[in-house]
């Protein structure tokens, strides 16, 4: 059974850090791209960074490049999110998302809230 969870949301103020983690079980985690979205309140759910299998090339969106890292520890079966300079438009339920097609799994997400 495939799971990814994910953790290290929470309230934070602007400007704020946050750092998210995602943790996969029941998988080949060095086989899968790995990708983290997110969705805020009445939006659709919209990419946010992508990293291959290995770790050598990342992708972000327009609105988070300069801002958000994306890394992983293939050792560890973990994705991480690294968000720096938080905004109020930030908020939003960020979801992990394991692709090697035509598979694809995601976790229950974790709220992130920017807010003074």
């Known amino acids: 059974q495939v799971q990814l969870v994910e953790s290290g949301g929470g309230l934070v103020q602007p400007g704020g850090s946050l750092r998210l983690s995602c943790v996969a079980s029941g998988l080949t985690f060095s086989r899968y791209v790995m990708n983290w979205y997110r969705q805020a309140p009445g939006k659709e759910r919209e990419q946010v960074a992508t990293i291959t299998s290995i770790g050598d090339s990342t992708n972000y969106a327009d609105s988070v490049k300069g801002r958000f890292t994306i890394s992983r520890d293939n050792a560890k079966n973990t994705v991480y999110l690294q968000a720096n300079s938080l905004k109020p438009e930030n908020t939003a339920v960020y979801y992990c998302?394991?692709?090697?097609?035509?598979?694809?799994?995601w976790g229950q997400g974790t709220q992130v809230t920017v807010s003074s």
């Open positions: 998302n394991a692709v090697m097609s035509p598979l694809g799994f």
